[in-house]
Every structure is written in C-alpha cells, then in structure tokens.
C-alpha cells in the first residue's frame, strides 16, 4: 500500500458527452484550465499543474439523466453513458492541505454541465499529508485502555430523550446505565449547550457519578460529551471535560466543518467521537456526492478516533452492504506508517438483533455498539436493554443463535420480542 505520488481522485460519472472528453473538462476545470484556452496554460504549466486522467472505463448507459440540468450534446440522441474515472493532480498545487484537498477533489465539478452525475467514490494521498496531520491519537488501542474494555465491542447508549432532560436527570440515567455494566455513553447530536441543559452542568453531574462509579468499582464509563460549537467554545468545553476526568469528547463534523475538526484534533488531549449527522446530504442521491469510503479519510487524518457508520438493518435508507464497507474503510490503514485507524460507531435503530449480523459482516468485535432506542425501550428498564445487548455480543462471539442463547437469558428474550419487527 504505497502512497501515491500524486493526489489521486476516483469518480462514477454520468454524461450524454464523450466520457473522457467530460473527464478532460473535469481534469482542466480542477486544475489549470478554464471552459476555454487561455493563453498562459502553456504546455510547460500543464506539464506542471494540470490533473491528469489515469484512468477510465465505461461500464454502461442509462435511460434518462439522474441529476438535472446537464448539457446535451448537438447530437441530441446520444446515449447518457456512465464511466469510471480516476483523476490525479500533483502535490505541488496545493501543498498537503486538507481544506484545499477538498476544493480540488470535491469542489466545482459536482455542478459541471457535462455530467447527469458525479459521484467521488475514494481517494488517494501522498505520505506528506501523514507528515502535516495528526490523525487519530487513541484509536482502538487508547479507547480500549480508557474505557477499561480490553476485548470485545463497547456496548454503548444515547442519552434518550435526546434533548429534553436537565443535567441531573441526564446524571440519573447515567447512574442506572453505569450500575447496569455499559461501556460507553454519548449525549445526543441535538444535545450540546443549550440553557436548559448547560454542558458545564451535564459534564459535572455525570462526571460526578461516573468517578464515583469508578471510585467503588474500578470502571471507568466513557462518556462522549458533545461540545459542537465555535472554536475557542470548543476549547473551552474539552479542557472542563478533561478537568473534570472525562475520557471523551463528540463533535459534529459537518457543524464544526474541517478546519474546526483539525483543530480540535491539534488541541484534544481526548478521543473525539465524531458524529456524521448530516451524511444523508452528501451521500443518499446515489449520482452525487460523497462515498463515504472517501469522505471518512479526510476525517480520520484531521483526528477523528471514533466514526459514526450506521448500522445493519438501520432506522435511515442506506442499505447493509454500504455499512459494511464504511465500518471495513475506518478500519483500513490509510498509510504505512500512520495507519490512522478510527473505531467504526454503529448507530441508528440498534438493539440486540443486530448483533450476530454486524460480527458476521465485520469479523471484528474492535467496534463501538450503541443504541438509544434499543436499550432505553426495553420493555424491563435501561438496565435490562444493556444486559440484552451484552448478551447479544457474548453469542454472536461464541456463535450461538440468539434464539438458543436466548432460552435462558430472559433480558435477550425480552428485546428480540420488543425489536422484532
Ligand atoms: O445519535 C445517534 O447515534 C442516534 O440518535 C441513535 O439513536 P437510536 O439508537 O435511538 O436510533
Ligand atoms: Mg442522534
């Protein structure tokens, strides 16, 4: 897995054009040309600047176009063929820069006349980007030895309902949840600093409980506090989390964009929990956008330790197998000597079900398991739902049916009655 020379991009495209004379458009508009010559791109600047197209293939044509308002050629029959393409540009044009990345590989050339559809589907980077960013600093191994989980999933919660509780009620539930063995706990995206909820006050009421817990037991829950917010917020937020003995801070990646994330990423003495809430923008129309085998590197090299990735049989659109292959790329060293590994977070309409799918797929258990719904639901209490979701992983790793496991573990019993459906 050497790394690239160049900034490498791969896309699927759609035009009614000559795929590589759009793919020529597309290289020249991202790089050193315009939508016509000009005279200072000499041969010797494109030799220098200009993108390049290291490959394309065709692989079929469709009906109608997927996106509106894409050009036609005069030739108004021609067909609107779809075409892999992978682009590269030199490192020289931007220097290793994230928020600049981003102008080059996913900037103007969504909105292109050329295309019906353009969709970014990886990206490759040069060893220099590894030189310049931190990338993730605890990762599996120091969320691991933090949360005091050496093996195994960490089976983890929402603090449900997302907003609505004061902080010693968020505290309350904390207390049961703790008392009930869980790993790990978040606030909720919707959740941050709102005056009925103040992140000072959350953070020292449920730190309270969680240092007492740990005091008298030896087990330290993590709780990732979400302190989205302006940079010196931000700042400001982690070090009274830190302060206080928390082991984990959440931020909202499209809220806080790139820039907020690779600064908290420099300043966080922390694991970030990374929060994709706002994914479905980027990715659901499936000839636009982002896949997010691509979208998630960009975070990891910023800092991000935990990614959010769905999960299996989900409460949004996206299908199974694109989970998997979002919870397999965090888990995909991204260079040689910066692996920059993120722990994949499976959330969105979990519970016990989900379990034996989500080892089978993933054939790893280095994951963080959470479910708001699926444990504060169950029809016996919270406490109840995090036994069903223990038991749920313990048969799913010695692999046995969760219907035979569940003949005598009457919390498992109770949720694969209540998540049926
Ligand atoms: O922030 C999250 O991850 C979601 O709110 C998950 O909630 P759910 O488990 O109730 O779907
Ligand atoms: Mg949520």
């Not at 299996?312 to 692996?339: G, H, W, Y």
């Not at 790893?364 to 398991?369: G, H």
Request: glycine share 10%; net charge negative; charged share 20%.
């Amino acid at each position: 897995m050497a790394a690239p020379q160049r900034i490498e991009a791969d896309y699927l495209i759609e035009t009614a054009f000559d795929p590589r004379r759009a793919a020529e458009a597309m290289a020249g508009e991202q790089s050193s040309g315009t939508f016509v010559a000009i005279p200072g791109e000499t041969p010797e600047l494109k030799e220098r600047s200009a993108a390049r197209i290291e490959a394309l293939e065709e692989i079929g044509t469709v009906e109608a176009p997927s996106l509106p308002g894409a050009g036609r050629p005069k030739d108004d029959a021609a067909a609107i063929r779809r075409a892999r393409v992978t682009l590269s540009w030199p490192i020289d044009n931007i220097g290793p820069s994230l928020p600049n990345l981003l102008a080059t590989v996913a900037g103007n050339l969504f909105e292109l006349k050329q295309f019906s559809g353009l969709r970014l589907l990886d990206i490759r980077l040069p060893a220099v980007f590894a030189a310049r960013y931190p990338g993730p600093r605890f990762g599996i191994s120091g969320t691991r030895r933090l949360a005091g989980v050496a093996e195994g999933p960490l089976i983890g919660t929402i603090v449900k309902p997302s907003v609505g509780f004061g902080a010693q009620e968020t505290a309350n539930l904390v207390r049961l949840l703790c008392t009930a063995g869980i790993d790990f706990i978040k606030d909720d995206e919707l959740q941050s600093d709102g005056p009925h909820c103040p992140f000072d006050t959350r953070v020292d009421a449920v730190m309270r409980v969680i240092n007492d817990h740990a005091d008298r037991t030896g087990k330290k829950v993590m709780f990732a506090f979400n302190l989205t917010g302006e940079l010196d917020e931000m700042r400001r937020r982690h070090d009274h989390v830190l302060e206080r003995g928390g082991t984990c801070v959440m931020a909202s990646l499209n809220s806080v964009g790139l820039v907020g994330m690779i600064e908290l990423g420099r300043f966080s003495a922390l694991p970030i929990h990374a929060h994709r809430n706002g994914w479905g923008y980027l990715s659901r129309a499936p000839m636009l956008g982002w896949s997010y085998v691509a979208w998630q590197k960009i975070w990891r090299l910023a800092g991000a330790d935990h990614m959010h990735v769905n999960g299996l049989a989900n409460k949004f659109s996206e299908a199974d197998d694109s989970v998997i292959a979002s919870a397999r790329a965090c888990l995909t060293p991204m260079f040689d000597d910066r692996p920059c590994i993120a722990m994949p977070v499976f959330s969105s309409g979990q519970s016990a079900k989900q379990a034996p799918g989500t080892f089978a797929a993933l054939g790893t258990a280095d994951l963080i398991f959470a479910a708001g719904g699926g444990i504060m639901a169950h029809p016996d209490g919270p406490a109840a739902g995090v036994a069903s979701l223990r038991e749920a992983w313990d048969a799913a790793m010695t692999d046995v049916p969760l219907a035979d496991y569940a003949r005598d573990h009457t919390a498992l019993a109770r949720a694969l009655e209540t998540y049926a459906a």
